[in-house]
């Protein structure tokens, strides 16, 4: 797929820095995310990726700089002045910020919860209502097959089925962008595989989706587009063979023999 077959919506980030202690750990001039169906952040450690992510979302401040989301209708609103929540209301979701809030939840319930709020249903409606929570059933049974939750009534309660809940509640979102920060990392492979194809078919759909991941088979297989950020900048973005072979990419990240 081509960014051109149809417009996504897409993060431009203008003069975002941001320090600690005097140091930056970002600084990034100019940078669109989400023009491709799966694009992917590279890096070696530090180099600012989780920070950046969190300032798209605005967890994290920025001491400089703008962060606006560009929607397929052409209408864009800037993300560096809204609360996360807000972001969320205009389809900007991060993995692991939906989650928290929620851990006390039944999987059957966190997932209706996740259903409600992309709709802008009341989630009260949904408990109340069985014919409303029956429409979303079928989507949401499909999910718990997918991924092999067992008992849907039960909280999710190892780290794997936690951040597998946090994934598929994101799935269920349907955002207009999505942000992964390694969401594969502790998965065992087969469900890493799951994760993955479920991945593609919501960029199928039209999610743009923005993902850090350290397996870089993962990154390979799945991105369109990647960059590679170094010490708070980005370096390149370009495809993913030629990140792959571009020399200051194998020097810094890959190490030789990955070229
Ligand atoms: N809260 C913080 N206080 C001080 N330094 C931080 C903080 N968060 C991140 N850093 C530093 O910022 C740099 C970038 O970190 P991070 O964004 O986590 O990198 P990456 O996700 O690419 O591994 C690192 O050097 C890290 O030590
Ligand atoms: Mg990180």
Known sequence: ???????????????????????????????????????????????????LMRMIMHSIPLDEGT????????SSVVLSEMSTDEMVSHGVVKSTQVISDFEQLPILDSMLLAVASAR?????????ERSVAASHADEIRHQLDYFGFRDPFAVAGSAGDKKLLDIVRCLLLKPAVLLLDEPTAGLPDDVTRKVMTAIKQIAAEGTSVVIVEHDLDVIWELCDEVTFMAEGRVLMKSDPATIRAHPAVVEKYLGAGHA
């Open 67 to 74: 962060i606006t989301l560009h929607k397929p209708d052409r």
């Open 120 to 128: 802008d249903e009341s989630p009260f409606r949904l408990w109340a």
């Open 1 to 51: 797929m081509t960014p051109s077959d149809f417009p996504r919506s897409e993060i431009r980030i203008s003069g975002a820095k941001k320090s600690y202690a005097g140091r930056m750990v970002v600084d990034v001039d100019e940078l669109v995310l989400g023009r491709h169906p799966v694009e992917g952040l590279l890096g070696p450690n530090g180099a600012g990726k989780t920070t």
